[in-house]
């Protein structure tokens, strides 16, 4: 009897210590967003259970249908992880190897020499930024897509920043080639791989590549991104503010964007990935290996991750993403398995108070 009080305290003591940090986040989002300082939905989990999930604005600001937690948010640069991902189940596959140059799966490409699959999942192939260069010599009355960014770097060749693997600089065009690369050896499109090989086999029921204004279609619980260009103006889609208006003639490229989904379908992924359901245990490991360059200094970037040490919170994978009218989060906090998503869906409520929340998961004072 005296074993089994014993045990049930334990158990009051764990609810309610979890029920103050739950508290504490809580009281912390409500203050951001009385002060319009957020929009949008976090959670927070220890082990896989959710300590707190919360959603804080509309989904639509016309109709005012609210943010809930099953609200589907614009990801951004978190795509970036599901393309590396879909990379390596194509290479454990046989189907590619990474250190093949890039030129072997995309032959407009043939002036790019030396520059290998593995530089582009790990940022350091020298790649100019694609936007730029869209930016001055495309055709905006069209909605771009990858093959068109393929065909203005065979047509132009701008010059690569760096030699391959001599420097790290963050690279969308590497990931948009990635995608052409899964497209090119695998038959499906990127969005159909992503969906067979990650999306269905993990559960993820309502995580998808969406190019809303290049196929628009019906999606139930969407969660419009906003964006105000000044004090002055209320929330509006970035189609409608002249400054952003690339989101229209850039939606249709894929790879380093445009995958959508919800904190909870981002949870099945954080699970996933401490497990070898998607790759070998080599593979695995593979994804979270920071790149060496060839002076052997290592990068803080692996495959579609940022990988960092703390003396508190102890090694941590994250990334983050960012799109007019959003921004994305996901934080794991891979030694101690703790997890943060932030999903936002107004561009200039960026608060994002990561130090805070750590503090009260980690009972900091």
């Avoid at 949008?40 to 600001?61: P, Q």
């Avoid at 030396?114 to 790649?127: A, E, F, Q, V």
């Amino acid at each position: 009897m005296k074993i089994k009080l014993s045990i049930l305290l334990m158990f009051i003591g764990q609810f309610v210590f979890s029920q103050n940090k739950a508290q504490k986040i809580d009281s912390l989002m409500n203050a951001l967003y009385s002060t319009d300082d957020f929009s949008g939905t976090v959670l927070v989990a220890e082990k896989g259970k959710i300590l707190y999930s919360h959603s804080f604005g509309f989904a639509n600001a016309t109709t005012k249908e609210k943010l809930t937690e099953n609200s589907i948010f614009e990801t951004g640069s978190i795509s970036k992880q599901f393309t590396a991902m879909a990379i390596m189940i194509l290479k454990e596959k046989g189907k590619l190897n990474l250190d093949d140059e890039i030129k072997k799966y995309i032959p407009e490409l043939v002036n790019y020499k030396g520059i290998t699959i593995r530089n582009l999942l790990n940022h350091t192939g020298g790649l100019p930024d694609y936007m730029e260069i869209m930016d001055s010599l495309f055709d905006k009355s069209k909605i771009a897509t990858n093959k068109d960014i393929i065909a203005l770097y065979s047509k132009y060749k701008p010059k690569v920043l760096f030699e391959p693997n001599s420097k790290f600089v963050y690279s969308n065009t590497g990931y948009a080639f990635l995608a052409t690369i899964i497209e090119n050896v695998s038959g499906l499109t990127y969005a159909e791989y992503l969906s067979k090989n990650i999306f269905k086999p993990l559960k993820m029921k309502h995580t998808f590549v969406y190019n809303r204004r290049l196929n628009p279609k019906k999606v139930e619980n969407y969660a419009f991104g906003y964006f105000s260009p000044d004090s002055l103006t209320g929330y509006i889609l970035p189609d409608d503010f002249e400054e952003t208006k690339f989101v229209i003639w850039l939606d249709g490229i894929v790879g380093d964007g445009a995958v959508n989904s919800t904190v909870i379908d981002l949870l099945k992924w954080d699970r996933a990935l401490y497990k070898n359901i998607l790759l070998s245990d080599d593979g695995m490991k593979a994804i979270f290996e920071v790149a060496t360059l060839n002076n052997k200094t290592k990068t803080s970037y692996a495959m579609g991750w940022e990988i960092e040490k703390f003396d508190v919170y102890s090694k941590m994978t994250r990334h983050g993403g960012s799109w007019p009218g959003y921004v994305a989060y996901i934080e794991r906090h891979i030694e101690n398995d703790k997890t943060i998503i932030i999903l936002q869906n107004h561009e200039d409520d960026i608060s994002i108070p990561l130090k805070a929340i750590r503090k009260i998961i980690y009972n900091i004072n």
